[in-house]
């Protein structure tokens, strides 16, 4: 009898924590459901993902929205069925990645104005990472919608002394923070820079370690939109720092390929004085970007380009700009 007591009292525990194991199940399947849906467009291989910005709207106007029915997505010249299509309204993860090398050290208090002021004029779903990078990159706030926090960060923001490595600080945030965002929410990246980077020839400095053939591939497989904000600081950095100009033009020609992999703008400020007009354009450029998902008509999967054109039907006024293509899977044959 006591055995049998036992053994009653063994099942009871058992069936007591397998109803246990059963109810936890049931509260994770609840939450999981509860979840946001995932963007099928991100997790989809075989679709190609496209960020197009229209560009031409009158700059007194208020921007209008487009419908999917406005676009013609074009691959070889082949016209491509429409599969997924999120208007310009729809939510970003905003970077604000800023170059606090040597060079900016005196203008650090416009720096901060400016920046507050790109914040402010941001979309209060949009939400806003912030980051410096001298020779390393610095994470003064993670994605996040509170307004005052992003200030405060700002204003943390400690005057900057070494190199530049700024190869290394776009590759620390694609790689870092952009996944962090995740769900349906797009991404972009607001970076102002001289574009100067140690790495390049007769720059003192170690430099960064990703070579930028490297980080321009990286950008061009990313969904990510990049926005590049050219500071024009040549002639202080020549005379005070004896930086070549051949480095500024190569640093120039850099910021032009990472803009056109992105189908973006190449903002120029010829001062510090500019950046409050170019945020506010890089906000208003913002607020026109489209996302379209096409899954190709050519399947062949033989590691070829794939040119890719968008176009708009009946706006003569305003004009797509994307990528220009992709390379598609190589599959070897057994």
């Given at each position: 009898?006591?055995?049998?007591?036992?053994?009653?009292?063994?099942?009871?525990?058992?069936?007591?924590?397998?109803?246990?194991?059963?109810?936890?199940?049931?509260?994770?399947?609840?939450?999981?459901?509860?979840?946001?849906?995932?963007?099928?467009?991100?997790?989809?291989?075989?679709?190609?993902?496209?960020?197009?910005?229209?560009?031409?709207?009158?700059?007194?106007?208020?921007?209008?929205?487009?419908?999917?029915?406005?676009?013609?997505?074009?691959?070889?010249?082949?016209?491509?069925?429409?599969?997924?299509?999120?208007?310009?309204?729809?939510?970003?993860?905003?970077?604000?990645?800023?170059?606090?090398?040597?060079?900016?050290?005196?203008n650090l208090k416009m720096i901060r104005n400016s920046a507050k002021r790109f914040v402010d004029a941001t979309r209060d779903v949009d939400r806003i990472a912030l980051v410096t990078f001298t020779n390393q990159p610095a994470l003064y706030s993670?994605?996040?919608?509170?307004?005052?926090?992003?200030?405060?960060?700002?204003?943390?923001?400690?005057?900057?002394?070494?190199?530049?490595n700024f190869w290394d600080a776009m590759d620390y945030v694609l790689s870092h923070l952009i996944p962090q965002g995740g769900g349906p929410r797009r991404s972009a990246i607001v970076v102002m820079t001289d574009g100067i980077d140690n790495a390049?020839?007769?720059?003192?400095?170690?430099?960064?370690?990703?070579?930028?053939?490297?980080?321009?591939?990286?950008?061009?497989?990313?969904?990510?939109?990049?926005?590049?904000?050219?500071?024009?600081?040549?002639?202080?950095?020549?005379?005070?720092?004896?930086?070549?100009?051949?480095?500024?033009?190569?640093?120039?020609?850099?910021?032009?390929?990472?803009?056109?992999?992105?189908?973006?703008?190449?903002?120029?400020?010829?001062?510090?004085?500019?950046?409050?007009?170019?945020?506010?354009?890089?906000?208003?450029?913002?607020?026109?970007?489209?996302?379209?998902?096409?899954?190709?008509?050519?399947?062949?999967?033989?590691?070829?380009?794939?040119?890719?054109?968008?176009?708009?039907?009946?706006?003569?006024?305003?004009?797509?700009?994307?990528?220009?293509?992709?390379?598609?899977?190589?599959?070897?044959?057994?």
């Amino acid at each position: 009898m006591q055995c049998r007591a036992a053994n009653v009292v063994t099942m009871q525990t058992s069936f007591t924590f397998l109803a246990k194991i059963a109810l936890v199940l049931v509260v994770l399947a609840g939450v999981i459901a509860s979840q946001d849906p995932v963007d099928t467009v991100r997790i989809d291989s075989d679709l190609v993902d496209l960020r197009v910005s229209v560009l031409g709207f009158a700059s007194n106007a208020p921007v209008p929205l487009l419908e999917q029915k406005d676009f013609v997505v074009l691959e070889d010249g082949v016209p491509q069925q429409i599969s997924f299509f999120a208007a310009a309204d729809a939510p970003f993860d905003l970077v604000l990645l800023l170059d606090l090398s040597a060079s900016s050290q005196k203008n650090l208090k416009m720096i901060r104005n400016s920046a507050k002021r790109f914040v402010d004029a941001t979309r209060d779903v949009d939400r806003i990472a912030l980051v410096t990078f001298t020779n390393q990159p610095a994470l003064y706030s993670p994605f996040t919608l509170d307004r005052s926090k992003l200030k405060k960060a700002i204003d943390d923001m400690d005057e900057a002394y070494g190199g530049t490595n700024f190869w290394d600080a776009m590759d620390y945030v694609l790689s870092h923070l952009i996944p962090q965002g995740g769900g349906p929410r797009r991404s972009a990246i607001v970076v102002m820079t001289d574009g100067i980077d140690n790495a390049l020839p007769d720059v003192l400095g170690d430099g960064s370690r990703i070579p930028f053939a490297a980080l321009l591939g990286k950008i061009r497989n990313s969904e990510t939109l990049i926005f590049p904000i050219y500071l024009d600081n040549e002639e202080e950095s020549v005379r005070r720092y004896n930086t070549p100009r051949a480095a500024y033009a190569l640093a120039r020609e850099q910021l032009g390929s990472i803009a056109h992999a992105c189908g973006t703008p190449m903002y120029r400020a010829a001062r510090l004085n500019d950046l409050n007009a170019v945020y506010a354009q890089v906000v208003r450029d913002l607020s026109t970007v489209y996302s379209i998902g096409y899954g190709p008509t050519n399947k062949t999967l033989d590691g070829k380009w794939r040119s890719v054109e968008v176009r708009l039907t009946n706006r003569s006024d305003l004009f797509a700009r994307t990528k220009r293509g992709y390379y598609a899977k190589l599959v070897e044959k057994s």
